[in-house]
């Protein structure tokens, strides 16, 4: 036997079984790390989502500042004001605001099967204003019975809210979905965005995400218009 050739092979199969070593534990490494990743996925949503909904309430604190302290959708459509006023729909009102919102595509939870919208046109390509997109790119509530002076009202929320009917609104808007306030309330979350949990805007700029506990709770805190409140939601 030549010199050294017995240490170049028992080398030579150290180093493989070293090789199968790593890949062992590169393997076993990754099935631990892959639940961890598809739970942060939807957590990393869910911040996006609540980053959104900040958004949102900085937005219509421009406007209602700007606008007599007035949600756009209490102000009477005029000449003046095109994009204000009775339309019962969700998009309508946040195009009422888009100069505050600069985007669309914070309308849409990453979440949701919507589909973001890339601007305020009427392009057939991403435009919010086309018909194709509008209340397809709106992950979001409008809370009509919302007011800057009660801080704890219900500006806006995801979407996937189990209301309690339909009725007509002080805002002039008929008939839209409500939940009670006389101290009880079968308004929850549906597990449509993020699980049985949802994230909420008050009117103070204050985002969180709740139960349907706390949404409940939420509810019979916030401003109502005859022992209701009502939404405007994008179905």
């Known amino acids: ?80 004001n095109p994009l204000t006023g009775v339309e019962n729909n969700s998009w309508f009102q946040f195009v009422s605001f888009s100069n505050e919102l600069q985007t669309p595509k914070i309308l849409a939870c990453p979440s949701d099967f919507k589909r973001p919208a890339k601007d305020f046109s009427f392009s057939a390509d991403g435009g919010f204003l086309n018909p194709n997109y509008r209340n397809r790119s709106v992950s979001y509530f409008l809370g009509l019975d919302s007011v800057l002076t009660w801080s704890q009202s219900l500006l806006s929320g995801d979407r996937n809210v189990r209301m309690e009917g339909f009725s007509g609104c002080s805002s002039g808007l008929d008939p839209v979905p409500f939940f009670s306030n006389f101290g009880f309330s079968r308004t929850s979350w549906t597990n449509a965005l993020h699980g049985m949990t949802g994230n909420l805007l008050l009117h103070d700029g204050h985002v969180e995400q709740s139960s349907s506990q706390g949404l409940n709770r939420l509810v019979l805190d916030s401003r109502d218009d005859n022992g209701h409140s009502h939404l405007l939601i994008p179905f």
């Open 1 to 80: 036997m030549p010199p050294g050739l017995g240490a170049r092979q028992s080398s030579g199969a150290f180093a493989r079984l070293e090789l199968l070593a790593i890949l062992g534990a590169l393997a076993l490494l990754a099935a631990l790390a892959l639940p961890v990743l598809a739970q942060g996925k939807p957590r990393s949503q869910q911040a996006v989502c609540l980053n959104n909904l900040r958004l949102i309430g900085r937005a219509l604190l421009v406007w209602d500042t700007e606008h007599g302290q007035t949600d756009p959708w209490r102000i009477p459509h005029t000449s003046e």
